[in-house]
C-alpha cells in the first residue's frame, strides 16, 4: 500500500479495519501473499488529501469490498468507516448524501449506452443539481484533462473498451468528489491512456484530493516531479473559474 500525500492538515477519510479484512477474506486464497496478509492484518486508512494505491488484495476481493465501501451491503458497527459515515450504522437517507460526495469506479456502477459520453459525464452534475453552465465548464474541464473532447458527442454504444473505461474515470470525477474509489482504473489501458490518468492523478493530490485506487501498480502513482508545478496551477486556476 503507498500513499502520495499533500501538505493538508491530515484527517481520515477511509478507515476500514483489519479484523473486517482478515474475516471477509479468510477464504481467499488467491490474496495469500505476505503483502496481502500484511494489509488484512494492519486494515486500510486513506488520509484526506492522500493518493491511496493499494495492489496486494485479489480482484475477488476487491469487488467484494467496493460493495461495502459503496453502502450496497453492511459491515459490522465500527468496520468501515468513509468520510466520518460508520457504514455498519448509516441510514438509508445518509447511504445517498455519502454517495454525492464520492466518485466511484466499478462497484457495479457502469455507463449508460442509451447516451453519450457527454451526456454521461454530465448525470453526477444533474443528481447534484449543478447549473448547466457549471455542469458544462466542468465537462470541458474534464474532456480536456483526460484528452476525451473528441468524443463527447459519441454514443457511449460506440466506444471502445478502453474509451468506455477513460470516460468512467471522467465521469467519476465531473463532480469534483471530496473522495474518489477506483477499482483497477489503469486496466486494459494502453501507455498513452494510463500515463494521461496517472498524472492527472498526481495534479489532483495538489489540490487536496483523495483517492483510493485499488488493484494498481503503485509505482505509477510516485510522487510528481517539479516539472508538473505548472500544470498543477492552471488545473487549479479551471477548478476555480467553475465554481
Known sequence: MQALETDSETQVAVEISGEFLSDMYSGDESAGTDESKAVRQDGISVASGALTTVNSLSSRAVAGLLRYL???????????????????????????????????????????????????????????????????????????????????????????????????????????????????????????WSGVIVEHFKRLAVTGSTALLFHEYTGAFSKKSQSMKSQDKNSQDKKSQDN
Open 70 to 192: 459503496t453502502g450496497q451491503r453492511r459491515p459490522p458497527v465500527g468496520a468501515v468507516s468513509v468520510l466520518g459515515f460508520d457504514l455498519g450504522d448509516i441510514s438509508k437517507r445518509e447511504i445517498l448524501r455519502l454517495r454525492r460526495r464520492i466518485g466511484i469506479v466499478g462497484g457495479g456502477y457502469d455507463l449508460i449506452a442509451e447516451l453519450n459520453v457527454s451526456q454521461n459525464l454530465a448525470l453526477p452534475c444533474m443528481i447534484r443539481r449543478l447549473g448547466k453552465r457549471q455542469t458544462q465548464m466542468r465537462i470541458e474541464r474534464i474532456s480536456e484533462a483526460l484528452q476525451l473532447g473528441d468524443l463527447l458527442a459519441e454514443p457511449v454504444a460506440h466506444l471502445g473498451a478502453i474509451e468506455r473505461r477513460v470516460t468512467l474515470i471522467a465521469r467519476a470525477l465531473t463532480h469534483d468528489p471530496e473522495l474518489m474509489i477506483l477499482e483497477a482504473p489503469l486496466s486494459g489501458l494502453d501507455a498513452n
